[in-house]
């Protein structure tokens, strides 16, 4: 079956850090990759995706690439804001399950002053 | 563009109650999405329709949970009789189309059962 790992939180940076949240994944097939985000009080909001190997997804400074070989897709940001504070969360879906999307457990960043 | 809508943001009822929590999808999608998230369990599917028909419900707790979609645009998910151990954030999402679709969540319904 589908499974996502995501590193442990809480991360805690100062602010203009570099970011990485570790993503590993087992899946059948060739699955579509997505990091969402979700603020405290708030739904999950998608951040960015990839749909094949070697796809870079990227939004708000924050990008991932779909690594195949090492089923991983990483979440990576250059410099961090106070502002990113908040749960990240590693899923994936497969075709054959409709649009039935599997989570990861989240990952907490904190990011200080 | 208006997002999912779920209603209320919050409720706290007593045990024994019955709670009924509210969906509005996204005009257009044909997929929806009930979770449950706590600290304890994380983040967990509960039941999805697509076209307003329930495809996977084996993510339901036991029978005293049900969830319907009687048109494209509403969707309920109902406890009867609720538990102190039902007392979580419930999350409503819909999505268009299949595989790479992102799903759009609402913004949460807390609940809390005294």
């Known amino acids: 079956g589908n499974s996502v790992t995501q590193m442990e939180g809480p991360v805690t940076l100062s602010e203009e850090a570099f970011l990485t949240i570790n993503c590993t994944y087992t899946a059948t097939g060739y699955p579509s990759l997505f990091w969402y985000v979700q603020y405290p009080g708030e739904g999950l909001q998608l951040l960015l995706k990839?749909?094949?190997?070697?796809d870079k997804g990227s939004n708000k400074g924050f990008e991932a690439t779909y690594r195949k070989e090492t089923t991983s897709f990483h979440l990576e940001k250059g410099s961090v804001q106070v502002s990113d504070s908040a749960v990240y969360f590693c899923a994936l879906s497969n075709t054959g399950g409709g649009n039935k999307l599997t989570f990861g457990t989240g990952t907490q960043l904190k990011v200080e002053l | 563009d208006a997002g999912v809508i779920q209603s209320p943001r919050h409720e706290v009822t007593e045990m024994g109650q019955e709670v009924t929590l509210r969906c509005k999808p996204i005009s257009g999608h044909d997929y929806l999405f009930w979770y449950r998230q706590t600290m304890m369990r994380g983040l967990e599917l509960l039941i999805y329709f697509n076209n307003n028909v329930p495809i996977d419900d084996s993510g339901m707790p036991e029978d005293r949970f049900s969830a319907k979609m009687p048109n494209a645009s509403f969707s309920t998910l109902k406890i009867q009789p609720s538990e102190p151990r039902d007392s979580a954030v419930y999350f409503c999402?819909?999505?268009f189309g299949v595989g790479n679709q992102p799903q759009h969540f609402g913004d949460g319904t807390r609940l809390s059962i005294l």
């Open positions: 999402a819909s999505s």
């Open positions: 990839a749909t094949k190997a070697d």
